[in-house]
């Protein structure tokens, strides 16, 4: 008797509860990198205008989902990029249910609010071609989904970047990357200290 309930004690601390304390380690980790996930969904570059027009820029846009491009000039020392975002609940991010985006428009704007209210400025539709509306009655009955709305980014111009929009759980955000780099510069982050 005293045996068997001794080996009920040591197989529980000696197997049961490491794998309770492994499984709940993973499930943490694997919750952690579905609700942190950034997704690459845009790249954004520019030119300089050789026309020499008042911060006029060549824009070069990619939709890295579709593989659509854009080029167009637009006029401003900033650019921003309009997406339209449905975010699920995050229980439902768990379950592989991922946000929902179509990114609308983009567009030069200006750091002055009087620069922007007087020069010339203008914003391209980027999503004739998306099958993305649903009704409110659709989205009310939904369990996964927590909220539609929008999401925007800006940020300075620069020819000198590679700029890339990335779709996270809540929005978007976008990174900025020397165009100049070459690839054997790079460093890993051990080799910085």
């Known amino acids: 008797m ?5 080996f009920r004690v040591v197989f529980t601390l000696g197997v049961v509860l490491p ?18 996930e950034e997704l690459p969904i845009a790249r954004v570059t520019f030119e300089k205008d050789h026309m020499d027009f008042y ?6 846009y990619l939709d ?20 339209r975002f449905l975010k699920m609940k995050s229980w439902a991010n768990l379950f592989g249910v991922e ?5 609308e428009r983009i567009e030069g704007r200006y750091q002055s609010i009087t620069e ?4 010339i400025h203008y914003a391209y539709d980027l999503d004739e071609n998306e099958p ?11 369990v996964f989904v927590d909220v539609e709305y929008g999401s925007s980014v800006y940020t300075a111009i620069r020819t000198d970047a590679i ?3 990335y779709r996270t759980n809540t929005g978007v955000i976008v990174r900025r990357a020397n165009k100049h780099v070459k690839k054997d510069e790079v460093k890993a982050w051990w080799e910085i200290f």
Do not use: C
Not at 19 to 36: C, K, N, R, Y
Not at 99 to 103: A, N, S
Not at 116 to 119: A, D, M, P, Y
């Open 2 to 6: 005293i045996e068997s309930t001794l």
């Open 19 to 36: 794998m309770i304390a492994i499984l709940l380690t993973t499930a943490s980790f694997v919750t952690l990198a579905q609700l942190t």
């Open 55 to 60: 911060k006029r820029w060549k824009v070069h």
């Open 64 to 83: 890295l989902a579709t593989e659509g491009e854009f080029d167009d000039w637009i006029y401003g020392d900033q650019w921003r990029l309009d997406v």
């Open 99 to 103: 946000p929902r985006y179509v990114i």
């Open 116 to 119: 922007q209210n007087k020069l």
């Open 132 to 142: 993305f509306f649903f009704s409110d009655s659709w989205l009310d009955s939904n």
């Open 163 to 165: 700029f890339t929009v």
